[in-house]
Nanobody, 130 residues
Framework: VQLVESGGASVQTGGSLTLSCAAS?????????IGWFRQAPGKEREGVSS????????FYADSVKGRFTFSSDDAKNTVLLQMDNLNPGDTGVYYC???????????????????????WGQGTQVTVSS
């Protein structure tokens, strides 16, 4: 299993970016939970968005709800994170991660528990300046 993020860049407040996570070694038709996490300098890694194939639910951190959108391009085996109206608080390294299994009815806290995720990408840097 390999996850490769791309799309990070430096933008100004109010700008937009689309992050991609190219997945290999498994199919987006499998049963899994995939999440986007971020880590700002000096802070713990936090969950940003996650999706479970078991029940089709998506979760967003309160800080990004209404601004970030999770989607997937099954033909390319890629998941995307559209980020709009960015602010300096969104600065950090963004990672995608996955764990496998049929997961139904998992709550938001569990979906954002990084310890559950077995495979991680190398991360992509997002910097938002004021």
């Amino acid at each position: 299993v390999q996850l490769v993020e791309s799309g990070g860049a430096s933008v100004q407040t109010g700008g937009s970016l689309t992050l991609s996570c190219a997945a290999s070694g498994f199919s987006l038709d499998d049963n899994y939970v995939i999440g986007w996490f971020r880590q700002a300098p000096g802070k713990e890694r936090e969950g940003v968005s996650s999706f479970s194939t078991g029940d089709g639910r998506k979760f967003y951190a309160d800080s990004v709800k209404g601004r970030f959108t999770f989607s997937s391009d099954d033909a390319k085996n890629t998941v995307l994170l559209q980020m709009d109206n960015l602010n300096p608080g969104d600065t950090g390294v963004y990672y995608c991660a996955v764990f496998f299994g049929l997961n139904i009815g998992i709550g938001k806290r569990a979906m954002f528990d990084s310890a559950r995720y077995r495979y991680w990408g190398q991360g992509t840097q997002v910097t938002v300046s004021s």
